[in-house]
């Protein structure tokens, strides 16, 4: 069986570290390892719009910008497919039928759903396309038949649903859907990364996120503002590192190398959590040196951000190709799914000819 994955993000603002490192750093590696017949990501716009249909212009106008985040970070549309949720039509004809293998009792035992839900205090005005969301997921994994689905473990309920959804399909219809598996983050720092403020969670509604369009100032006022330890007050405090939102973003990003270029005094990051807990090691010094790791990080990004934004309709041609290859490809998927139920009736020539022939003998 070939190796595909499928993977997006909702387009209702610029992306953030958070992003970077949950899913779009994996996501470059993955495309560029090779070990992948096709790479599918997904602008969910139509998604993003369960919980934002009052406001369409602002997914309208965050296309473009998880779309050069995209580029930016270096996903290679000549070896990735980007594509529009909404421009792909057989995604919600796909919903509709898994609709009936669902039921609702199901839908609300889904951890994530009921987090979701708490979260943005739907209580019981819930839209019923996010509260069916898990079934439309199962939709844009299996149009394209993935195999694997990257992403955090707070996404694991979802995928098993999905599975749910194609056992249920496949038993009732005949094998005709690909289950999909997680391919969850290899790295501890990049299942969660904090705020800046030390939330549980970058969120834009918070405004506690470095984001990769961010300028060189605009990451130093947000470093150097960042929580640490409330208790070390003084230099010569001892440090804690558990909760310590700036040791958590050197978790994520911070290499040995970064230490030879920026910050001699130690050789890794082991010895300078070790010198912190100790004491005798300020915040600031601490701080300048996320600021290098991370600028460093960002700059190639800046510098193929800016390249893509001096030609914004060459970035519409990219989402344009990209759709409309997932278009055929969701539509092989529908062709199959209907035949499977046995909704196909004018492609059906046996059931014309039967009905044919049952009505001559007549």
Do not use: W
């Amino acid at each position: 069986m070939s190796k595909i994955i499928l993977t997006g993000d909702r387009p209702t603002g610029r992306l953030h570290l958070g992003h970077f490192v949950g899913s779009l750093r994996r996501r470059v590696e993955l495309q560029n390892s090779g070990g992948f017949e096709k790479i599918y990501i997904m602008i969910a716009d139509a998604q993003a719009l369960t919980d934002n249909a009052d406001n369409p212009e602002k997914i309208r106008q965050n296309i473009i910008e998880v779309a050069l985040d995209y580029l930016s970070v270096g996903i290679d549309p000549e070896k990735s497919v980007i594509f529009i949720q909404s421009q792909i039509p057989q995604l919600t004809e796909l919903t509709f039928y898994y609709m009936n293998l669902v039921t609702v009792s199901r839908l609300q035992r889904n951890p994530t759903v009921k987090s979701e839900i708490l979260l943005r205090n739907f209580e019981t005005s819930i839209p019923v396309g996010f509260f069916t969301y898990p079934i439309s997921q199962a939709s844009d994994i299996t149009a394209f038949k993935a195999t694997t689905v990257p992403a955090g473990e707070d996404q694991e309920p979802m995928i098993e649903q999905a599975r749910e959804i194609v056992r249920k399909f496949n038993s009732v219809y005949g094998d005709t859907l690909v289950e999909p598996s997680i391919l969850l983050p290899d790295n501890k720092a990049c299942l969660r990364l904090p705020g800046t403020d030390g939330k549980a969670k970058m969120s834009k509604s918070l405004g506690n996120c470095i984001y990769l369009a961010d300028t060189p100032e605009d990451v130093k006022k947000k470093v150097m503002s960042m929580y640490t330890d409330p208790d070390h007050i003084r230099v010569e405090d001892p440090g804690k590192i558990e909760g310590n939102t700036v040791f958590t973003y050197l978790d994520a990003f911070c290499t040995d190398e970064d230490f030879a270029e920026f910050l001699p005094d130690y050789s890794c990051l082991d010895e300078l959590k070790e010198h912190y807990k100790k004491g005798g090691l300020g915040d600031v010094k601490v701080k300048k040196f996320l600021l290098n790791v991370i600028n460093k990080q960002l700059e190639p990004i800046r510098v193929r951000r800016k390249e893509y934004e001096q030609n914004i309709p060459l970035v519409y041609d990219i989402l344009k190709k990209g759709t409309q290859e997932a278009y055929q490809v969701a539509q092989q998927t529908l062709d199959e799914v209907k035949a499977a139920m046995k909704i196909n009736y004018f492609d059906d020539q046996e059931l014309i000819k039967g009905q044919s022939e049952k009505y001559k003998e007549k």
